[in-house]
């Protein structure tokens, strides 16, 4: 599976858009990207999942450029509920194990 | 909408003991994962189904054992206990398609302390 590169941290003011980008300049014709993200003393929460096009759901957008080699998670309008660990993850789609591989994140605080 | 319930959500027990963590799910998914998450490693596959009766080991499956009777449960034993298994456990499953890209869904966790 493709590695991940994501910054440590980041902020923003609440009811902004939270723009969360990923690097993975490795990816593979058959890798996905999926969002998850961790709120403190939680299990992970699964956000969102793409391909090659552009994807959004209620929970948030994700923009894949078109070279496939990063991408960005946009929650459109941040609460405070939003602050979490967030994680970037590429794998193959029909790997036997379908396992997946975290990171280290990025470290979302929405500041009131 | 019962989902995915792990128990117990709180555990401390001694070295030497044998501790069996509980997952149950309600969708019928058919693989089921259990993941640990230490400070400083992120999460950790432990081990992972793809069915009833058929189990298999991820990258940390040293001093853990598992079981799938059922397709609903899958429970993480660790047959006699040492502090660094001490950890918060984490239990997902995820549904298989032909496109084989549906996400995993987390329980709450369980937190162990082995003193």
């Known amino acids: 599976d493709a590695k991940t590169t994501q910054p440590p941290s980041m902020d923003c003011a609440e009811g902004r858009a939270a723009n969360l980008p990923c690097n993975h300049s490795t990816i593979s014709g058959n890798e996905y990207v999926y969002w998850y993200r961790q709120i403190h003393s939680q299990g992970p929460q699964y956000i969102i999942h793409?391909?090659?096009n552009n994807e959004t759901n209620e929970m948030a957008s994700l923009i894949i450029t078109e070279d496939r080699k990063s991408s960005t998670l946009i929650l459109p309008h941040a609460t405070l509920r939003d602050t979490a660990v967030y994680y970037c993850?590429?794998?193959?789609?029909?790997?036997?194990?379908?396992?997946?591989?975290f990171g280290s994140g990025t470290r979302l605080l929405v500041r009131p | 909408d019962a989902g995915i319930t792990q128990s117990p959500r709180y555990k401390i027990t001694e070295t030497g003991r044998q501790v069996t963590l509980m997952c149950h799910q309600t969708w019928s998914h058919s693989y089921m994962f259990w993941y640990r998450q230490d400070l400083g490693h992120g999460l950790r596959l432990i081990y992972y189904s793809a069915a009833a009766d058929i189990t298999d080991k991820g990258e940390v499956p040293d001093g853990y054992v598992v079981s799938r009777s059922k397709t609903e449960n899958f429970p993480l034993t660790l047959e006699s206990a040492t502090r660094s298994q001490t950890s918060v456990y984490f239990c997902?499953?995820?549904?298989?398609?032909?496109?084989?890209?549906?996400?995993?869904?987390f329980g709450d966790g369980t937190r162990l302390s082995i003193l």
């Open positions: 997902a499953s995820s549904e298989i398609t032909f496109f084989g890209n549906q996400p995993q869904h």
């Open positions: 993850i590429v794998r193959v789609a029909r790997d036997s194990s379908y396992k997946l591989i």
């Open positions: 793409g391909l090659k």
